[in-house]
């Protein structure tokens, strides 16, 4: 039931775009995204429950398509400080938890 | 405003041992989860506590057991610890299913 991510990895340069997408085989309730730098916790930058819209803040911003059960995260004019690991958490309704994408790794180059 | 404390942030333990992990936060968040991250796996969540008083098995509950202490604090216990164990622990709290986690710093526990 774990969600799954891709791509796995992705290199950019500063000021490039980048998507990051995660799929369901069940039905979705909500889904999260994080950011985790290394060493560091997990960051929460949004979720998208079923019914609502896409959502965003600064350039970074995520839609959710439940018809089909995935969530992209889209990354606009990448900055260095947008390096990391990205993880998508999914909830689907009957447990009241999260499972989370094995994660993609970010890298922005100057 | 401390969020999500856990201690210890280091561990070294020996085949056999047991220890308790705590965790605690100050959002009044009604949920708290543990989870333990492994390289190339992601999270993977050990158990949960949706509210004061109830406590679930996650994924990977073997080997482990929580205690709901208060609307505060919940920790994971290690009875008899397995170089398997050998892993980072966070502890992550929520308000309510649909707000985002906080997570805690993580635990970095080796099991020798």
Same mark, same amino acid.
């Given at each position: 039931?774990?969600?799954?991510?891709? =791509? /796995?990895?992705?290199?950019?340069?500063?000021?490039?775009?980048?998507?990051?997408?995660?799929?369901?085989?069940?039905?979705?309730?909500?889904?999260?995204?994080?950011?985790? @730098?290394?060493?560091?916790? =997990?960051? !929460?930058?949004?979720?998208?429950?079923?019914?609502?819209? /896409? @959502?965003?803040?600064? @350039?970074?911003?995520?839609?959710?398509?439940? @018809?089909?059960? /995935?969530?992209?995260?889209?990354?606009?004019?990448?900055?260095?400080?947008?390096?990391?690991?990205? !993880?998508?958490?999914?909830?689907?309704?009957?447990?009241?938890?999260?499972? !989370?994408?094995?994660?993609?790794?970010?890298?922005?180059? =100057? | 405003?401390?969020?999500?404390?856990?201690?210890?942030? $280091?561990?070294? #333990?020996?085949?056999?041992?047991?220890?308790?992990? +705590?965790?605690? +936060?100050?959002?009044?968040?009604?949920?708290?989860?543990?989870?333990?991250?492994?390289?190339?796996?992601?999270? *993977?969540?050990?158990?949960?506590?949706?509210?004061?008083?109830?406590?679930?098995?996650?994924?990977?509950?073997? &080997?482990?057991?929580?205690?709901?202490?208060?609307? *505060?604090? $919940? %920790?994971? *216990?290690?009875?008899?610890?397995?170089?398997?164990?050998? %892993?980072?622990? $966070?502890?992550? %709290? %929520? #308000?309510?299913? &649909?707000? &985002?986690?906080? $997570?805690?710093?993580?635990?970095?526990?080796?099991?020798?």
């Amino acid at each position: 039931q774990q969600p799954v991510q891709s =791509p /796995q990895a992705v290199i950019l340069r500063e000021g490039e775009d980048a998507v990051i997408n995660c799929s369901s085989s069940k039905a979705l309730y909500s889904v999260h995204w994080y950011r985790q @730098k290394h060493g560091e916790a =997990p960051v !929460f930058l949004m979720i998208l429950l079923k019914g609502g819209e /896409q @959502k965003g803040h600064e @350039k970074i911003s995520a839609s959710f398509n439940e @018809k089909k059960q /995935q969530s992209s995260l889209y990354l606009t004019a990448s900055q260095l400080s947008y390096s990391g690991t990205y !993880f998508c958490g999914t909830d689907l309704g009957s447990a009241r938890q999260l499972t !989370f994408g094995s994660g993609t790794q970010l890298t922005v180059l =100057p | 405003n401390a969020g999500v404390t856990q201690t210890p942030k $280091f561990q070294v #333990l020996k085949t056999g041992q047991s220890m308790t992990l +705590q965790c605690a +936060q100050d959002m009044n968040h009604n949920s708290m989860y543990w989870y333990r991250q492994d390289p190339g796996m992601g999270l *993977r969540l050990i158990y949960y506590s949706a509210s004061e008083g109830t406590t679930d098995k996650g994924e990977v509950p073997n &080997g482990y057991n929580v205690s709901r202490l208060n609307k *505060r604090e $919940f %920790s994971l *216990r290690l009875e008899s610890a397995a170089p398997s164990q050998t %892993s980072v622990y $966070f502890c992550a %709290s %929520s #308000l309510d299913r &649909g707000r &985002g986690y906080t $997570f805690g710093s993580g635990t970095r526990l080796t099991v020798v």
